[in-house]
């Protein structure tokens, strides 16, 4: 295949992208896994999660290591590996019935076990875990069918677990004291939601790396509660901004020599910073004219 | 913000905890009788006698770590008690929920949160709900009705704290004062027959503490709802209340202002000898209490 060159004809480069079917596969993958993202990563940003999110995506390492020692298939490492975190991580929160605050000393202690334990499987195995840049950073090269398949039947169980239970979910993320009065289980809630975070990244990061899951799960869902208080609103620009940056990512990584991961998590940043910034000058501009205002009313 | 009537609780017949007045013929709301409270294996209060009637506005006082929040928990069925021994509404703690608006503590309430404050009203009404708040799709004729009426009452309930001007913004720009109005209007937005308040005037400035003070009482009374309200000071909702129940000591004790926040009174429920001093604005100074650690040490549960 000689190298590819982007050229000013985006209807020539899009088609050219298309040829390929591994590059329709990595398409494919891209645009379940950023739905997938966009949505549970909503719900991680505004939980205050994204270092248990972070946690979760680093427990890749341990669970692919682990899964070459013991001989196992690789994607059974990843799912356990994750399923154990999202628990160990909900069941030390949920002891304190304060809410998530007593969290992060937790899910920093799962964190740097798990991967104490990664890199002792990787001495361990005596074979070269050849795909560690690969864990981390992802590759879109060799993407099969059955991947996509698998990766499409984790999105719609995890949609449809958070379809249930998005109200009462939100009600508890928001402000769990009031949510444990009308009755809901808010710790139940929690460890739930670690699991769907866990088998949002255990399938994603098989495929775009475990840094590359963590991206798409933090920047765009922060950038768009930068831009709108409208939950309805912050949702649907948080799938569309993980949407454009897989798409922007995908397409430019596969005309360049630099890593997809580069990609998407250097646009997920741009779009953070721009969603903050929009928010700050539009808060300034609204401020402004009320200061203008000769004497404010009393309350 | 209108003046406040200045009805002061002197003028109201002092009630004790049997019956009140004939102005509410009516059961009381929530009623305890020789209860008791246990958290973690230790006793935090007990023998506690104390009724409150619909439409009746009653404050929760006493030093940290007396049980104030404790006995919401126990009127939401939340903590152990003695069978029996606590009748909300007609029934057994916990039972009737769905009729209390409950304001929790503001601890763990992240004020920065990237949402309208409408929102956080509209999760009161519906966020016990399963399925999702999406507000497009599920276009079924019954539900387009149900929904217009959340909408509906969700507006009124947010004029009825006057937080119109600014329940479309978010919370993280709004003020102590205002996120506590739409926190109120978040507990109210189900109708409740009952609402509990725990240390609402926490955390705002004066003009704020009796704006919120004046706007519960007005709901107390148009509404008809029994309010209970855990607070520190007494000083800034004294023109509003109509009883106070002072916990300390493992015990309670319920009255009038003028009846229970006197130096025998508190001497005797603090064991202790205790001095209340009216300043000449009518501001009560309640001195020699001795602090928390008379109590068992009881702090938020861990």
Redesign the interface.
């Given at each position: 295949m000689n190298n590819p060159t982007l050229t000013w004809n985006l209807v020539k480069d899009v088609h050219e992208l298309l040829v390929y079917q591994f590059m329709v596969n990595a398409l494919q993958a891209g645009t379940i896994v950023a739905v997938m993202a966009g949505v549970v990563g909503w719900f991680v940003v505004l939980r205050r999660q994204s270092f248990a999110a972070h946690t979760t995506a680093m427990m890749s390492f341990p669970g692919a290591s682990g899964a070459a020692l013991a001989g196992l298939p690789t994607a059974l490492g990843y799912y356990l590996a994750c399923g154990i975190a999202a628990l160990a991580i909900g069941r030390s929160g949920g002891a304190s019935r304060r809410g998530r605050s007593g969290e992060s000393a937790a899910v920093g202690v799962v964190q740097v076990a798990g991967l104490a334990l990664g890199f002792l499987f990787l001495s361990l195995y005596s074979g070269v875990l050849e795909q560690l840049e690969t864990l981390l950073f992802g590759t879109f090269l060799g993407i099969d069918g059955n991947q996509v398949l698998t990766l499409a039947i984790v999105a719609v169980v995890v949609l449809a677990a958070l379809l249930a239970i998005g109200r009462p979910l939100l009600l508890s993320s928001l402000d769990p004291e009031a949510a444990r009065a009308r009755g809901l289980p808010v710790g139940l809630f929690d460890v739930g939601f670690l699991l769907i975070l866990g088998l949002t990244v255990a399938a994603t990061s098989q495929i775009t790396g475990a840094l590359l899951v963590f991206a798409l799960l933090v920047a765009p869902p922060a950038a768009a509660q930068a831009l709108t208080p409208r939950p309805g609103l912050s949702l649907a620009l948080s799938v569309v901004f993980a949407l454009l940056v897989t798409w922007l990512g995908l397409g430019i990584s596969y005309f360049s020599i630099y890593p997809l991961g580069f990609f998407v998590t250097s646009f997920g940043f741009a779009l953070y910073v721009a969603a903050k910034l929009a928010h700050r000058t539009a808060a300034a501009l609204r401020r402004s004219p009320r200061a203008d205002e000769p004497m404010a009313a009393t309350v | 913000?209108d003046a406040p009537p200045r009805s002061r609780p002197a003028n109201r017949t002092p009630t004790t905890h049997s019956t009140p007045s004939a102005s509410s013929a009516s059961t009381p709301a929530i009623e305890l009788r020789d209860a008791y409270a246990a958290m973690g294996g230790r006793t935090v209060w007990s023998g506690v006698d104390l009724s409150v009637c619909p439409g009746e506005f009653v404050a929760v006082l006493g030093s940290n770590g007396s049980g104030k929040s404790t006995l919401l928990k126990a009127i939401?069925g939340?903590v152990q008690t003695a069978p029996g021994a606590v009748s909300v509404l007609g029934g057994p703690a916990g039972a009737a929920?769905r009729e209390?608006g409950?304001?929790?503590?503001r601890?763990?309430?992240?004020s920065t949160?990237?949402?309208?404050g409408v929102?956080?009203v509209r999760?009161?009404l519906?966020?016990?709900?399963?399925?999702?708040?999406?507000?497009?799709g599920r276009g079924g004729s019954g539900r387009r009705g149900a929904r217009t009426r959340s909408r509906e009452r969700v507006r009124e309930v947010i004029e009825l704290v006057g937080a119109s001007a600014y329940a479309e913004?978010?919370?993280g720009?709004l003020?102590g004062?205002?996120q506590q109005r739409i926190l109120i209007a978040?507990?109210l937005v189900r109708r409740p027959r009952i609402l509990m308040l725990d240390e609402p005037l926490d955390s705002l400035d004066l003009?704020?503490q009796a704006?919120v003070s004046a706007l519960v009482q007005r709901i107390c009374r148009t509404e008809n709802v029994a309010v209970l309200l855990v607070a520190h000071d007494v000083n800034p909702l004294l023109s509003y209340l109509d009883q106070v129940i002072y916990l300390a000591g493992g015990r309670a004790l319920q009255g009038a202002v003028q009846d229970v926040i006197t130096g025998p009174k508190l001497s005797e429920l603090y064991g202790v000898e205790i001095e209340v001093l009216r300043t000449r604005d009518g501001r009560l100074v309640v001195v020699g209490q001795p602090e928390a650690p008379h109590v068992h040490g009881h702090r938020?549960?861990?």
């Amino acid at each position: 295949m000689n190298n590819p060159t982007l050229t000013w004809n985006l209807v020539k480069d899009v088609h050219e992208l298309l040829v390929y079917q591994f590059m329709v596969n990595a398409l494919q993958a891209g645009t379940i896994v950023a739905v997938m993202a966009g949505v549970v990563g909503w719900f991680v940003v505004l939980r205050r999660q994204s270092f248990a999110a972070h946690t979760t995506a680093m427990m890749s390492f341990p669970g692919a290591s682990g899964a070459a020692l013991a001989g196992l298939p690789t994607a059974l490492g990843y799912y356990l590996a994750c399923g154990i975190a999202a628990l160990a991580i909900g069941r030390s929160g949920g002891a304190s019935r304060r809410g998530r605050s007593g969290e992060s000393a937790a899910v920093g202690v799962v964190q740097v076990a798990g991967l104490a334990l990664g890199f002792l499987f990787l001495s361990l195995y005596s074979g070269v875990l050849e795909q560690l840049e690969t864990l981390l950073f992802g590759t879109f090269l060799g993407i099969d069918g059955n991947q996509v398949l698998t990766l499409a039947i984790v999105a719609v169980v995890v949609l449809a677990a958070l379809l249930a239970i998005g109200r009462p979910l939100l009600l508890s993320s928001l402000d769990p004291e009031a949510a444990r009065a009308r009755g809901l289980p808010v710790g139940l809630f929690d460890v739930g939601f670690l699991l769907i975070l866990g088998l949002t990244v255990a399938a994603t990061s098989q495929i775009t790396g475990a840094l590359l899951v963590f991206a798409l799960l933090v920047a765009p869902p922060a950038a768009a509660q930068a831009l709108t208080p409208r939950p309805g609103l912050s949702l649907a620009l948080s799938v569309v901004f993980a949407l454009l940056v897989t798409w922007l990512g995908l397409g430019i990584s596969y005309f360049s020599i630099y890593p997809l991961g580069f990609f998407v998590t250097s646009f997920g940043f741009a779009l953070y910073v721009a969603a903050k910034l929009a928010h700050r000058t539009a808060a300034a501009l609204r401020r402004s004219p009320r200061a203008d205002e000769p004497m404010a009313a009393t309350v | 913000m209108d003046a406040p009537p200045r009805s002061r609780p002197a003028n109201r017949t002092p009630t004790t905890h049997s019956t009140p007045s004939a102005s509410s013929a009516s059961t009381p709301a929530i009623e305890l009788r020789d209860a008791y409270a246990a958290m973690g294996g230790r006793t935090v209060w007990s023998g506690v006698d104390l009724s409150v009637c619909p439409g009746e506005f009653v404050a929760v006082l006493g030093s940290n770590g007396s049980g104030k929040s404790t006995l919401l928990k126990a009127i939401l069925g939340l903590v152990q008690t003695a069978p029996g021994a606590v009748s909300v509404l007609g029934g057994p703690a916990g039972a009737a929920n769905r009729e209390i608006g409950y304001l929790p503590q503001r601890h763990g309430f992240d004020s920065t949160l990237p949402i309208r404050g409408v929102d956080l009203v509209r999760l009161g009404l519906d966020g016990a709900r399963w399925g999702v708040p999406l507000p497009f799709g599920r276009g079924g004729s019954g539900r387009r009705g149900a929904r217009t009426r959340s909408r509906e009452r969700v507006r009124e309930v947010i004029e009825l704290v006057g937080a119109s001007a600014y329940a479309e913004r978010s919370l993280g720009e709004l003020s102590g004062g205002e996120q506590q109005r739409i926190l109120i209007a978040q507990a109210l937005v189900r109708r409740p027959r009952i609402l509990m308040l725990d240390e609402p005037l926490d955390s705002l400035d004066l003009p704020n503490q009796a704006a919120v003070s004046a706007l519960v009482q007005r709901i107390c009374r148009t509404e008809n709802v029994a309010v209970l309200l855990v607070a520190h000071d007494v000083n800034p909702l004294l023109s509003y209340l109509d009883q106070v129940i002072y916990l300390a000591g493992g015990r309670a004790l319920q009255g009038a202002v003028q009846d229970v926040i006197t130096g025998p009174k508190l001497s005797e429920l603090y064991g202790v000898e205790i001095e209340v001093l009216r300043t000449r604005d009518g501001r009560l100074v309640v001195v020699g209490q001795p602090e928390a650690p008379h109590v068992h040490g009881h702090r938020h549960e861990q």
